[in-house]
């Protein structure tokens, strides 16, 4: 188990498709992956900027940071034995990869998140 770096910037966005557009057309970003839950533009130093719908219990925000993790579930029972909050255990994001959130000392998220090699990313 281990945090490997930075994924990227999660932003939970109200319009995926305005949001999306402002990103590609504005900064001339190419998404690397596109739907209407998630749409991920490549920084070209291994990081991106990630727009996730938003859900009643995730409203628009500023960016949270996604660490790239490996042994996500051991990882997250450490954390939790270490006292940190996890406000949500471990999910299947889509096949082959897998997320975790969790609070920082100050109540901000940090998303952890694990993928197969064969995952989009």
């Not at 319009?15 to 557009?21: H, K, L, N, R």
């Not at 992956?33 to 409203?59: M, N, Q, V």
């Amino acid at each position: 188990m281990a945090i490997l770096g930075t994924y990227g910037t999660m932003f939970f966005v109200d319009d995926m498709a305005t949001s999306a557009a402002y990103y590609a057309n504005q900064l001339g970003l190419a998404p690397r992956y596109e739907s209407d839950e998630w749409t991920e533009f490549d920084l070209g130093d291994g990081t991106a900027i990630c727009l996730h719908a938003t859900r009643p219990d995730k409203p628009a925000s500023g960016g949270v940071p996604i660490l790239k993790v490996e042994g996500i579930r051991e990882l997250v029972a450490s954390l939790r034995d270490k006292g940190v909050k996890v406000t949500r255990d471990v999910f299947e994001v889509h096949p082959g990869a897998y997320g975790a959130d969790i609070e920082d000392a100050n109540g901000y998220a940090v998303h952890l998140y694990e993928m197969s090699q064969s995952s989009h990313g």
